[in-house]
């Protein structure tokens, strides 16, 4: 399903936000307007292969004219310090030193950079979202796992091999669940889909919608849910201290439900001094920051080339 906007440009940009169970993608102008999105499932199983086939078959329905010359793309886990390679995605199955830059870019015609999806997701909320005019922000994607991305002194903190931030994988709980990274109890595993599948039998949309006509249990639900996830934003904001800390991802949608409890968990955790000024919200831009942030960094890296140049 793609949807059109009039607009034209000399050098516009490709942004793809590829997750577990959905690909977002959108073409934007230089400046971030956007101009065409679509939104597809992700190929089940989510291998490599068939992701790889996926994204060439938007790209090409999304940009028939090939207006875009540059594509970024946000994927759940780290890159290589090229931005080339996706290292291992742990939701995604046989993603491990991935060349998907280097696979795409003949079949696209087009130069192609990656990044991580959380950090996507700042970047975006810092171009043209709730971020902005903020130098110190922690964003957590919330769905089906749990991502984020770091900005300091608003520059993005990648760390010295490109593989920050990963704030879901912190360990909260030494005896939780076990995670795909190989941790045990991490945040993602008390704040992802598949956490909130362990707290009710209700799918997230089905509590949502149940917590926002009033029905206690899921008003309940929601408060236990936003009182583990405050637990591990406790340690994020003990780390970073930062001015904001964003709630983005499928789940975010839920956030009037879960913030209060949220913010009472970090309230009584964080020593005042700590927590100075700080604001916790859902993202403004909704499930659309990552593929924004991705088309911002897409510009940043590669600078809007033509791919032959």
């Not at 940009?63 to 780290?78: H, K, N, S, T």
């Not at 997230?204 to 006509?213: I, K, N, S, T, Y």
């Not at 209060?260 to 009584?268: G, H, K, M, Y």
């Amino acid at each position: 399903m793609t949807s059109d906007a009039s607009g034209h440009s000399s050098s516009q940009v490709i942004g793809i936000d590829l997750g577990g169970t959905a690909i977002k993608l959108a073409r934007f102008s230089r400046s971030g307007d956007l101009l065409a999105e679509a939104q597809l499932p992700t190929p089940q199983p989510a291998v490599p292969g068939a992701v790889t086939m996926a994204l060439c078959e938007a790209v090409e329905e999304l940009d028939p004219q090939r207006l875009a010359a540059v594509v970024g793309i946000g994927l759940p886990g780290p890159m290589d310090a090229a931005a080339r390679v996706a290292r291992v995605c742990i939701n995604l199955p046989g993603w491990e030193e991935v060349p998907l830059a280097d696979w795409l870019e003949p079949r696209l015609e087009r130069r192609v950079t990656l990044a991580n999806d959380g950090n996507c997701a700042v970047v975006g909320e810092a171009w043209r979202g709730a971020a902005q005019g903020y130098g110190d922000v922690v964003l957590l994607t919330l769905g089906t796992g749990v991502g984020g991305g770091v900005l300091l002194n608003g520059s993005l903190f990648t760390g010295h091999n490109g593989a920050a931030a990963e704030p879901g994988l912190i360990g909260v709980d030494p005896e939780g669940p076990a995670c795909n990274s190989g941790n045990r109890g991490s945040l993602e595993q008390f704040a992802s889909i598949g956490a909130l599948r362990r707290l009710s039998e209700r799918e997230p949309r089905e509590l949502g919608r149940a917590a926002a006509a009033g029905d206690p249990e899921a008003l309940a639900v929601w408060e236990r849910y936003g009182s583990s996830l405050g637990v591990g934003i406790t340690s994020l904001v003990y780390m970073f201290t930062p001015q904001l800390v964003l709630l983005g991802g499928g789940l975010a949608g839920a956030a009037p439900h879960f913030l209060p409890a949220l913010r009472r968990e970090v309230e009584s955790r964080v020593q005042a001094v700590s927590r100075e000024g700080l604001r916790i919200e859902a993202c403004a831009l909704g499930n659309g920051a990552g593929r924004l942030g991705a088309a911002r960094l897409a510009l940043q890296r590669l600078g809007g080339m033509m791919s032959d140049s």
